[in-house]
């Protein structure tokens, strides 16, 4: 059996013991980073793992490790939230799918219907709907996998 030091982590799928989700936050506004990362900071139950401010960061914080969950903006400083959902479902395996939020201020019934497609799980208006968020995030279930997020 192998011992880990301490910088090293378990990989996802051996972590069933920990309930905490680990969150990629891929979001371009600043201000609004640092209030999502305080609302979505829960020691042992969420904790922002890593973030993201352009599609390339994002898809490469993918390539690095596994996350839980993704909260995606469609609008980023180079790039989109779309590309980042659909870059999402391929990399990661079946058993392994992140609960995706898409959390937008573009909240059409077209760009809705196009972040679906995409493979979101959740749509939600950062003006209409950010009270969801923590609960979703905590407690929602991707529709990509067998296995709950951060299980």
Do not use: W
Not at 21 to 38: G, K, N
Not at 104 to 114: G, L, M, Q
Request: with cysteine; net charge negative; charged share 25%.
């Amino acid at each position: 059996m192998k011992t880990l030091n301490a910088s090293e982590t378990l990989p996802r799928t051996d972590r069933t013991a920990t309930v905490e989700r680990r969150i990629l936050l891929i979001e371009d506004s600043e201000v609004l980073s640092r209030r999502l990362v305080e609302l979505l900071s829960d020691p042992g139950l969420m904790s922002i793992a890593a973030q993201a401010a352009t599609q390339s960061e994002a898809i490469s914080r993918l390539k690095e490790g596994l996350f839980d969950v993704l909260v995606v903006d469609i609008e980023l400083a180079e790039g989109n939230g779309v590309t980042v959902v659909r870059n999402a479902r391929q990399l990661y395996p079946p058993h392994a799918q992140p609960l995706i939020i898409v959390l937008t201020n573009y909240a059409s019934d077209f760009v809705r219907e196009h972040c679906f497609a995409a493979g979101a799980d959740y749509f939600l208006d950062k003006m209409r709907d950010i009270s969801q968020l923590k609960g979703l995030v905590a407690h929602g279930h991707t529709k990509y996998s067998d296995t709950p997020a951060g299980h």
